[in-house]
């Protein structure tokens, strides 16, 4: 049974022969690759909304070696240790090129066997290489703020840095529903900043609140990067600092053979009251 929603008119939508179509006639074409384009033109801010290419590539290239392992395990591990097995529905908001949604969708799989997990994201580009890549994910190029989601249809939500409507996150949760989110903590990149800024300073740590929400655990995951001059200009292009960067910053870090930086990830997760 589909669990998507007309962005336009928030009628469920039914697959169709390449396509997906609401009642009310509103159609969305499947993109070869396989995901949905539920992102109406009149809903962007802009021709290419989210993560370019360019971006999009270096943190592929960055999270294939592995070098954010242990954050992904974090996770996945705060997830079954919360995770009934009735919970087989979830929803990675601001999936990327599908590295952690990919993981969610095996951890969802060998607790249910039956489980599906859904990928979404504003950035086109990320959702075509996701959709290629990751073939028991089905994903979406959609907006946070207005998740295609029928209500009450999905058992867990896994937000990683992507900004969120709390309101909707409510809306399309079952009861008792789960969010798992991941946000940096003080440190984080500390060193990468350090090469941006004149002065770099902790990142200030933001006390969440979700309303309809209840907090059920909270995990301050840190480790070391040792890095090639190579991963840290990848590292450098998948975050915001990259915007700041000047082109003497990025040749400098591109050209060292060795890079250390530290990590600092704070997970938390909360559960939906009734």
Wanted: proline fraction near 7%; charge should be positive; hydrophobic fraction near 40%.
């Amino acid at each position: 049974m589909s669990i998507y929603q007309c962005p336009l008119c928030q009628l469920p939508l039914l697959s169709a022969e390449g396509h997906w179509a609401c009642g009310a006639r509103h159609r969305f074409d499947c993109a070869r690759e396989g995901y949905v384009n539920l992102l109406p033109v009149q809903f962007k801010r802009s021709k290419e909304p989210g993560d370019d290419r360019e971006m999009m590539q270096a943190r592929r290239a960055f999270l294939d070696a592995g070098h954010y392992r242990g954050m992904r395990d974090g996770v996945i591990a705060m997830i079954n240790g919360l995770l009934p097995d009735r919970y087989v529905r979830w929803l990675d908001i601001g999936c990327g090129e599908g590295y952690y949604t990919s993981a969610l969708a095996m951890a969802v799989a060998a607790r249910s066997g039956q489980g599906r997990v859904y990928g979404l994201d504003i950035a086109k580009t990320a959702v075509r290489a996701a959709a290629k890549r990751y073939l028991r994910v089905r994903f979406c190029v959609a907006s946070s703020q207005r998740l295609p989601f029928i209500d009450a249809s999905l058992d867990g939500i896994l937000r990683i840095y992507a900004p969120c409507n709390p309101a909707e996150m409510y809306r399309v949760l079952k009861p008792g529903g789960l969010v798992v989110t991941v946000a940096p903590g003080p440190r984080h990149l500390f060193q990468l900043k350090g090469r941006v800024y004149p002065q770099a300073m902790p990142h200030p740590l933001k006390d969440e609140h979700f309303p309809g929400f209840s907090p059920l655990a909270e995990q301050r995951l840190r480790f070391d990067l040792e890095l090639s001059g190579e991963a840290a200009g990848q590292l450098l292009q998948m975050t915001p600092f990259a915007w700041r960067a000047t082109p003497d910053v990025v040749t400098a870090l591109t050209g060292l053979k060795a890079f250390n930086c530290e990590t600092d990830f704070i997970l938390r997760a909360w559960r939906r009251e009734d």
